[in-house]
C-alpha cells in the first residue's frame, strides 16, 4: 500500500506548521534530497521520503538496499536550535529511541537497541539510522537524520550478504505495517525525544537507550577503529561508550566516535541465565 501523504503532512504541520514533506517515487538518496531542501531554507522538522532509493547510503561507508515497498526510508532536516548543538551521538540516541518506540507504537514490535545505532530483533538488524552534516556553520548547525526501516520483504528478497543478519517489521509479527502509521508514529516519537533532550538533557535519553540495548552481559564482537575486540558487553552508553570485559582477560572502555559495530556471538554467558 502507497503512503498516505496528506495525513503524514497533517502531523508534520500539527508539530510545526510550515515543515514540508517532499514525497519521491524514485531517487538516489534521500539525504542528498534533504540535504538540497534544506540549502533552499526549509525549516527544521521537514521530511523527504522515497519509495525507492537507488544510491541508499548506510553507516561506514556502506551501501542500504532500499527497493519500492520493502520499507520507511525518509531523511528529517534537522536545525537544532540549542546553543550548543547536542552532540550527535545524543541525537543519534534520541532518534533510535523515536523510531523503537514509534514501530512499537504502530506495528507492536519491540526492538532492541544495537550499540550504537541499529534496531534489531534477536541477532538480525530492522532499522538502521545514518546523521550526517555537511558545512557545519557554528551559528546554524544543520543535520541530517537518515532513517531506514525494513518493513515487509522475503528473506530470499535481501541480498545475499544481508540475507542472515536482516529481517522486517513483516517478518517479525506476520503482518505487512501500516507504513503511514510507522512514519507518523516515528516522526511524532522524534519530536517528543528531541523536546526530552533540549529540556532534560543527556541522562533521561541515556537511562531510555541503557532500557533497550541488546545483547548487555553477551558475547560479542566489536570493531573499534580497525581492530576487533571480543568480550562480554558491560554496558552500552551513548554518551559515555562501551565497557567489554575482554576474553583473554582484562577491560577496555571504547569511546562513541571510536566504535563502529557490536556483533552477537555464539557462547553468550548470557545464554545461560
Ligand atoms: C545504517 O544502518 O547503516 C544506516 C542506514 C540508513 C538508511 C537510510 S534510508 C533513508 C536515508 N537515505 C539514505 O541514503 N540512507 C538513509
Known amino acids: 500500500m502507497g503512503y498516505d ?10 508539530a510545526r506548521p510550515g515543515r514540508r514533506l517532499q514525497f ?13 531542501l534544506a540549502e533552499h531554507g526549509a525549516p527544521d522538522g521537514s521530511v523527504v521520503l522515497a519509495e525507492r532509493q537507488t544510491a541508499g547510503r548506510g553507516r ?11 520499507g520507511a526510508w525518509f531523511s528529517v532536516i534537522l536545525r537544532p ?16 529511541l523515536a523510531v523503537a518506540e514509534g514501530m512499537e507504537e504502530a506495528t507492536g514490535l519491540v526492538p532492541g537497541i544495537r550499540w550504537p545505532n541499529d534496531l534489531v530483533v534477536g541477532d538480525r538488524k530492522v532499522a538502521g539510522i545514518l546523521l550526517e552534516t555537511r558545512d557545519l556553520a557554528p551559528e546554524a548547525p544543520l543535520f541530517i537524520l537518515g532513517v531506514g526501516i525494513n518493513t515487509d520483504r522475503g528473506t530470499e528478497a535481501f541480498p545475499k550478504e544481508l540475507r542472515d543478519i536482516s529481517t522486517t517489521i513483516a517478518a517479525e509479527t506476520g503482518r505487512s ?3 503511514t502509521s510507522l512514519l507518523c508514529a516515528v516522526l511524532e516519537a522524534l519530536d517528543r525525544w528531541r523536546t526530552t533532550l533540549a529540556a532534560a538533557g543527556p541522562p533521561v535519553v541515556e537511562e531510555a537507550f541503557r532500557a533497550r540495548v541488546a545483547y548487555l552481559g553477551h558475547r560479542v564482537s566489536l570493531l573499534a577503529g580497525e581492530e576487533r575486540l571480543v568480550g562480554v558487553l558491560e554496558s552500552a552508553s551513548p554518551v559515555t561508550g562501551v565497557f567489554l570485559r575482554l576474553d583473554g582477560g582484562g577491560w577496555r572502555a571504547i ?4 566504535a563502529r559495530e557490536v556483533r552477537p556471538l555464539p557462547g553468550d554467558p548470557g545464554e545461560e541465565e
Open 5 to 14: 501523504l496528506p495525513r503524514i503532512e497533517e502531523t508534520l504541520h500539527r
Open 60 to 70: 561506514l561507508g556502506r551501501a542500504w538496499d532500499a527497493p519500492a515497498g520493502a
Open 81 to 96: 536550535h540549542a546553543v550548543p548543538p547536542p552532540e550527535p551521538t545524543l541525537l543519534v540516541a534520541a532518534t533510535v
Open 24 to 36: 519521491l517515487e524514485e531517487v538516489g538518496s534521500t539525504q542528498d534530497r534533504a540535504f538540497l
Open 255 to 258: 569511546r562513541p566516535e571510536h
Open 177 to 179: 505495517p501500516d507504513r
